[in-house]
């Protein structure tokens, strides 16, 4: 197996290839990679476009040609709509300034406790908490596992996703026929796989829930209607690290918790979800009341919904 680079890609053994474990990525480019093309000619006499700065209300978030990545520059601007609101309300002094400025530990306490006053939610009933757990009852059981195996394909950046998809099924295709070789998944998984167990036959051992990447926990363990049964998977498990076959060998079926036990989790995890709402509820107002330039952020002009 090609090992020419050490990543995490997500699948239930210990790091992040959907199986936990640290993989060195066996990368595809030769076979799957995208033809490069080259990048657009410059042309004579044209000149780039400065970055607009992004501003909240006129106040600059950053330093004119010294944009932030998005994510920062989200939180900046959030932060800035904060600190002019509780401006606005009388909560902080207003400071002539042309840049939105770093707050001390004091004036974001003021606006936590700003917000904290406003995004108020009611505690779940004990009727809301006991459908929220009918729906879910497959994800309170403790001591559930299962012992497979898998072949991992890994996506990594200039593969061609559709190729290596095709390359994967043509394998998984191979292990569905009659009279398969016992050795030809271990095979298989020694020469195609992108994760460490690949020397192991692809084994990644017992695995729980909490051991693997959502899209693979939720279908080894959280299917609703039909479980996933023992063998080889019919079909490709697709993660945001790649494309896997799945071997089940064995599975403990672990103990459902009963709804008393497990009510004080249950209401928490739905007063964690209707603030993270009222929270979004609260940010889009401020944002469809306020002047934003250079950044695109949610906006709403109706009352918040508590």
Same mark, same amino acid.
């Given at each position: 197996?090609?090992?020419?680079?050490?990543?995490?890609?997500? @699948?239930?053994?210990? *790091?992040? @290839? *959907?199986?936990?474990?640290?993989?060195?990525?066996?990368?595809? &480019?030769?076979?799957?990679? =995208?033809?490069?093309?080259?990048?657009? =000619?410059?042309?004579?006499?044209?000149?780039?476009?400065?970055?607009?700065? =992004?501003?909240?209300?006129?106040?600059?978030?950053?330093?004119?040609?010294?944009?932030?990545? &998005?994510?920062?520059?989200?939180? /900046?601007?959030?932060? &800035?709509? /904060? $600190?002019?609101?509780?401006?606005?309300? *009388?909560?902080?002094?207003?400071?002539? +300034?042309?840049?939105?400025?770093?707050?001390?530990?004091?004036?974001?306490?003021?606006?936590?406790?700003?917000? %904290?006053?406003?995004?108020?939610?009611?505690?779940?009933? %004990?009727?809301? @908490?006991?459908?929220?757990? %009918?729906? $879910?009852?497959?994800?309170? +059981?403790?001591?559930?596992?299962?012992?497979?195996?898998?072949?991992?394909?890994?996506?990594?950046?200039? +593969?061609?996703?559709? =190729?290596?998809?095709?390359?994967?099924?043509?394998?998984?295709?191979?292990?569905?026929?009659?009279?398969?070789?016992?050795?030809?998944?271990?095979?298989?998984? *020694?020469?195609?796989?992108? @994760?460490?167990?690949?020397?192991?036959?692809?084994?990644?051992?017992?695995?729980?829930?909490?051991?693997?990447?959502?899209?693979?926990?939720?279908?080894?363990?959280?299917?609703?209607? +039909?479980?996933?049964?023992?063998?080889?998977?019919?079909?490709?498990?697709?993660?945001?690290?790649?494309?896997?076959?799945?071997?089940? /060998?064995?599975?403990?079926?672990?103990?459902?918790?009963?709804? %008393?036990?497990?009510?004080?989790?249950?209401?928490?995890?739905?007063?964690?979800?209707?603030?993270?709402?009222?929270?979004?509820?609260?940010?889009?107002? /401020?944002?469809?009341?306020?002047?934003?330039?250079?950044?695109?952020?949610?906006?709403?002009?109706?009352?918040?919904?508590?």
């Amino acid at each position: 197996m090609n090992t020419s680079s050490l990543t995490n890609h997500g @699948c239930g053994g210990g *790091g992040t @290839c *959907g199986c936990g474990s640290k993989t060195a990525s066996a990368t595809f &480019e030769s076979s799957f990679s =995208a033809e490069t093309q080259p990048g657009p =000619a410059s042309l004579p006499g044209k000149t780039s476009v400065p970055e607009m700065t =992004a501003s909240i209300n006129g106040i600059h978030l950053h330093t004119p040609g010294q944009r932030p990545d &998005e994510e920062a520059l989200r939180e /900046l601007a959030y932060t &800035e709509l /904060l $600190r002019h609101y509780a401006v606005k309300a *009388g909560l902080l002094p207003h400071k002539a +300034v042309l840049q939105a400025p770093e707050l001390n530990e004091t004036e974001r306490t003021v606006l936590e406790t700003m917000v %904290d006053s406003a995004v108020q939610v009611p505690a779940p009933t %004990d009727e809301e @908490c006991q459908r929220y757990y %009918d729906a $879910r009852r497959n994800q309170y +059981v403790v001591g559930q596992a299962v012992h497979l195996r898998h072949i991992l394909f890994a996506v990594t950046p200039g +593969v061609n996703v559709q =190729a290596l998809s095709v390359h994967a099924d043509k394998a998984l295709i191979s292990l569905l026929g009659r009279d398969v070789p016992v050795d030809l998944f271990g095979k298989l998984a *020694g020469e195609l796989s992108n @994760c460490p167990t690949s020397t192991q036959g692809g084994d990644l051992g017992w695995i729980g829930p909490q051991d693997c990447a959502p899209e693979l926990a939720s279908t080894l363990f959280f299917q609703t209607e +039909v479980p996933v049964g023992l063998g080889v998977q019919p079909r490709l498990i697709h993660t945001r690290f790649g494309f896997h076959i799945i071997d089940v /060998l064995e599975r403990r079926d672990g103990k459902a918790l009963a709804f %008393d036990e497990v009510r004080e989790h249950v209401a928490a995890q739905l007063a964690m979800q209707s603030r993270a709402k009222a929270l979004h509820q609260y940010m889009s107002l /401020l944002v469809g009341q306020a002047l934003v330039e250079g950044i695109e952020l949610d906006a709403a002009d109706s009352p918040l919904v508590q």
